[in-house]
């Protein structure tokens, strides 16, 4: 019982990663049901953004915790910009063609970041500083770090500010309105390319706070660190039910549970192989993801 509450605190940590970034697939394709593939690389430069503020602040001399607060406003804000910019130049101008060309759009935009971050960056993992390495908090035998329990505290927080603002503000209105019926929205006056920039600005600085954690938790990151965890956490939204914001949640934190546990009770060695096996389970028995009917109304 011991490894299973253990597993039980990592799967959530993980899942915390995976539904931040599976936020951002989820709410671009609710509202232009357009797979965004370069929101890997957006998750990537929020945590080489937030690895150089935090490494800079700290050099100054600055408070642990106002570091960590300017890395993440920083990566957030910067993978904001970066999401923002993409849709204008890759996704804006194609929005009237088939839907391959814009997921041609789509894959062209996520070589050309991950190769720009290589070049930039170098092709060397670059380590996070090691915080909070020996905070602990102890239920028993379990353990919880202060790390692990910061992610979750603040993946949580994030999640809530998101529901709160789709529900009850008039621009998240209007992007649950454009969710449903994009030309109706804009004959109701409503500026449906201000929606969807505000989409990918709130996707994508989400993106970006997943990348300053994922840094924060296991040390190094890499240009190409985007791929594997986007393919992750788009395999979450689908789990979830794509377009469907509690879908997203829901399938991010299925997905490390399931990572977690399987990881401790069969094997390391697959461990990337488990979520989408159970993806495969998932959508043979239920096409639509584990929320696609029953939120319908509330997707973005």
Do not use: S
């Given at each position: 019982m011991l490894i299973f509450f253990?597993?039980?605190i990592n799967g959530i940590t993980l899942g915390s990663f995976y539904a931040l970034i599976a936020l951002g697939y989820s709410m671009v394709y609710g509202i232009l049901k357009l797979?965004?593939?370069?929101?890997?690389?957006i998750f990537t430069a929020g945590a080489y953004v937030g690895l150089t503020t935090l490494v800079t602040l700290l050099l100054w001399g600055v408070n642990i915790f106002v570091a960590l607060l300017g890395s993440f406003l920083l990566a957030m804000g910067y993978s904001a910009l970066l999401g923002v910019m993409i849709e204008r130049v890759a996704y804006r101008p194609l929005r009237a063609s088939s839907r391959i060309t814009a997921l041609l759009s789509a894959l062209g935009m996520s070589i050309f970041l991950?190769?720009?971050m290589m070049l930039a960056q170098g092709a060397q993992a670059k380590n996070y500083p090691h915080l909070?390495?020996?905070q602990a908090f102890y239920l028993g035998e379990i353990k919880l770090t202060a790390l692990q329990l910061f992610i979750i505290?603040?993946?949580i927080l994030l999640m809530l500010a998101l529901q709160a603002f789709i529900q009850q503000t008039t621009l998240g209105k209007a992007m649950r309105a454009t969710s449903q019926d994009i030309e109706m929205a804009e004959m109701l006056g409503i500026d449906v390319n201000k929606v969807i920039a505000l989409t990918f600005l709130i996707g994508s600085a989400l993106g970006g706070a997943a990348g300053v954690m994922v840094g924060l938790y296991y040390g190094p990151i890499e240009f190409d660190m985007g791929f594997i965890l986007g393919i992750k956490a788009f395999a979450a939204a689908i789990l979830g039910g794509i377009g469907n914001i509690r879908g997203a949640m829901l399938g991010g934190l299925l997905l490390g549970l399931i990572e977690a546990m399987a990881?401790?009770?069969i094997s390391s060695e697959y461990k990337d192989v488990y979520a989408f096996i159970m993806?495969?389970?998932v959508l043979y028995f239920r096409p639509t993801g584990l929320l696609g009917e029953e939120l319908r109304e509330e997707t973005v």
């Open positions: 253990q597993q039980l797979i965004n593939f370069a929101h890997g690389e991950q190769n720009g909070f390495t020996h505290v603040l993946t990881t401790a009770y993806l495969i389970a």
